[in-house]
């Protein structure tokens, strides 16, 4: 069975800090291309970053300088290492599974993000 469990979220004040883990289970996690996903209230779910099999990393022009991401494939763990955090990162945060090529996809059940003083 896949599952895939995403930490580390909470409340925090703008400029500050949170580093979100999503542990993976029942797949073979390092061949997957990884990715942080977030959603907003009332706004469509959106990427915000993604790092290859091979460690190649993208991330979107809103949070680019300020979040990080990374993967561990010896503990099967997906990072997002997220900095001075703004009220508009507020959000539901996914992790998402992806076997390029494939139609092997998986999704997380989310952990909220809350920027706010």
């Known amino acids: 069975q896949v599952q895939l469990v995403e930490s580390g979220g909470g409340l925090v004040q703008p400029g500050g800090s949170l580093r979100l883990s999503c542990a993976a289970s029942g797949i073979s996690f390092s061949f997957y291309t990884m990715a942080w996903y977030r959603q907003a209230p009332g706004k469509q779910r959106e990427l915000v970053a993604t790092i290859t099999n091979s460690g190649i990393t993208n991330s979107a022009d809103s949070v680019k300088g300020r979040f990080t991401i990374s993967r561990d494939n010896a503990k099967n763990t997906l990072y997002l290492q997220m900095n001075n955090l703004k009220p508009e990162d507020t959000a539901v945060y996914y992790c998402?599974?992806?076997?390029?090529?494939?139609?092997?996809?998986?999704w997380g059940q989310g952990t909220q993000v809350t920027v706010s003083s």
């Open positions: 998402n599974a992806r076997w390029s090529g494939t139609r092997l996809d998986y």
